[in-house]
């Protein structure tokens, strides 16, 4: 049981570059969701899903994409990479209610865009 | 939107002695939930305590208590006999029962002096 793993754990970028990041999870959990973490700033939610084939956009969506095509994944995309996008990105994801409506965490993606 | 403040930007006290994390926060629901994370220097994001808004009863987990004040919109954390495994950023957090999305403080960075 792997819990929520990330990769790739860090990358460089030049800026105008395009990555993708994927979070998976084998927890067979509904929601997912996607933040980003900056320096004296808690995490800030860039867009979320409530379960395949859905997202939604959070708090700081611009310059992002999402897609969650199987239950298990969610990707996030950068496809022009800016340097305002410098940051730790963290995936999260949670079952539905339940009874502690807990979410569970990545490792984190150090992001760094030049 | 729902907003949440830690005005203690970092901490420090010596071993085995109690440390209260403030936070606030500002909504307009009634049923929501309160979590305490714990990020150390490894990054990963740990849940140390949650609170439920419905419950009276202040939530405790060990050496970690809560003081939820749900009328002065206040969940403070109470470390007590702290350890140096103690040390690290310590994020307050809301979250509202549809999508469950979290929203975080900005962190309370603490150190634990042997």
């Known amino acids: 049981n792997a819990g929520v793993t990330q990769t790739p754990k860090f990358r460089v970028l030049k800026t105008g570059q395009s990555m993708t990041l994927l979070c998976a999870q084998d927890?067979?959990?509904?929601?997912m969701y996607w933040y980003r973490q900056d320096p004296g700033m808690g995490l800030r939610l860039i867009h979320y899903?409530?379960?395949?084939?859905?997202?939604a956009k959070g708090e700081v969506p611009d310059g992002y994409n999402v897609s969650r095509l199987k239950k298990q994944n969610f990707l996030l995309g950068l496809e022009s990479a800016a340097p305002s996008q410098t940051s730790v990105y963290f995936c999260?994801?949670?079952?539905?209610?339940?009874?502690?409506?807990?979410?569970?965490f990545g490792p984190g993606t150090r992001l760094t865009v030049t | 939107a729902q907003t949440v403040t830690q005005s203690q930007p970092e901490m420090s006290v010596q071993e085995a002695e109690t440390v209260t994390l403030s936070c606030t926060y500002d909504?307009?629901?009634?049923?929501?939930?309160l979590f305490w994370y714990k990020q150390p220097p490894s990054r990963q994001m740990i849940l140390v305590i949650r609170?439920?808004?419905?419950?009276?009863q202040n939530a405790t987990e060990n050496r970690f208590s809560v003081n939820f004040q749900k009328a002065a919109k206040s969940f403070s954390l109470k470390i007590s006999d702290s350890q140096l495994g103690d040390t690290a950023m310590y994020f307050c957090?809301?979250?509202?029962?549809?999508?469950?999305?979290?929203?975080f403080g900005q962190g309370t960075r603490l150190t634990i002096n042997p």
């Open positions: 609170q439920e808004a419905y419950k009276q």
């Open positions: 927890m067979n959990h509904e929601y």
């Open positions: 999260a994801s949670s079952y539905r209610g339940g009874r502690s409506y807990e979410q569970y």
């Open positions: 957090a809301f979250m509202n029962q549809g999508a469950q999305k979290l929203v």
């Open positions: 909504t307009s629901e009634n049923n929501y939930y």
């Open positions: 899903s409530v379960g395949e084939g859905t997202t």
